[in-house]
């Protein structure tokens, strides 16, 4: 997919459900977000999520759309060994890709504010890429090493520095992470990047920025991690709040969509057509 096109773009996901809402958009690629299945099980972004946890979440997604699924592993669920297996595990169950950062396990979610912050040394998190690229079993698995670099207030050198050792031990590309309002930590890097690895951008507090001109600046994947969700909450706040006001269920029909549309994307035609073939006896036959 990165070969034929200048970019692609992910949209976050937590369940079959919110992925398949994704594919549907026309989205290239499913991010299983930490951050959405961490809070579609009502907890903090904050490794509380086991490994398992995760990998039921991603195991929905993948079974509910063919498009590729990115996995956000956090940290890799602890040290090399761990996000080995994790490796072998997701890669099993049909996940065409992990994502794993060098946050301290356990992680705090990037945008957290008044919480310690501290990374993983550049030398130990390369080596648990390299565990992972030695541990996956097709040569398409696609490992992501991500950087906090920018998040714990290091410079671009530091970045860099991160980037590149993992690049060099072996990862398919570098997710650069940052919290800026613009896209200026992220133009600096991509300027000064000079290795083949493509390089993947967040665009969540520097959202004015387009997707296209963070391909433009080199970035080949775009992942609006959380859009999704965010949108969910409000709306489905917005509605029960009116619902428990005026006790009518009529006044959402407005804000709501019908039955038949949440029967189209759970299957149930499909579902309906697979009965007719395989439980309906044809007229005149016996068993």
Not at 39 to 52: E, F, K
Not at 226 to 247: C, D, M, V
Request: aromatic fraction near 6%.
């Amino acid at each position: 997919m990165l070969g034929g096109r200048p970019g692609l773009t992910a949209i976050g996901a937590h369940d079959g459900l919110s992925a398949r809402l994704g594919a549907n958009a026309g989205f290239d690629l499913i991010w299983a977000s930490g951050f959405e299945v961490s809070a579609a099980r009502g907890v903090p972004d904050a490794n509380l999520i086991t490994m398992s946890e995760h990998l039921q979440q991603c195991a929905m997604m993948v079974d509910a759309v063919s498009t590729p699924v990115i996995a956000d592993c956090d940290n890799g669920f602890g040290n090399a060994i761990n996000a080995a297996l994790a490796t072998r595990r997701f890669e099993a169950a049909g996940v065409a890709g992990i994502c794993v950062e060098d946050n301290v396990f356990p992680k705090r979610c990037s945008f957290y504010e008044q919480v310690s912050r501290e990374l993983t040394p550049a030398a130990e998190h390369a080596l648990k890429i390299r565990a992972c690229k030695e541990a996956q079993r097709s040569a398409d698995f696609f490992v992501i090493a991500r950087t906090e670099a920018f998040i714990v207030g290091a410079g671009v050198a530091e970045a860099l520095d991160r980037a590149t050792r993992y690049a060099e031990a072996g990862a398919d590309a570098i997710l650069v992470h940052s919290k800026q309002s613009t896209a200026a930590e992220l133009e600096e890097f991509a300027q000064l990047w000079s290795l083949p690895t493509p390089l993947v951008a967040v665009p969540t507090t520097y959202d004015a920025v387009p997707a296209a001109q963070l391909h433009a600046l080199g970035y080949r994947i775009v992942i609006f991690a959380n859009q999704g969700l965010r949108s969910a909450i409000k709306a489905t706040e917005r509605n029960l709040a009116l619902l428990h006001r005026t006790g009518r269920a009529a006044d959402l029909i407005d804000d709501m969509v019908p039955l038949s549309r949440v029967f189209e994307l759970v299957g149930v035609p499909e579902l309906n057509a697979a009965e007719a073939r395989y439980l309906t006896m044809p007229t005149g036959e016996d068993d």
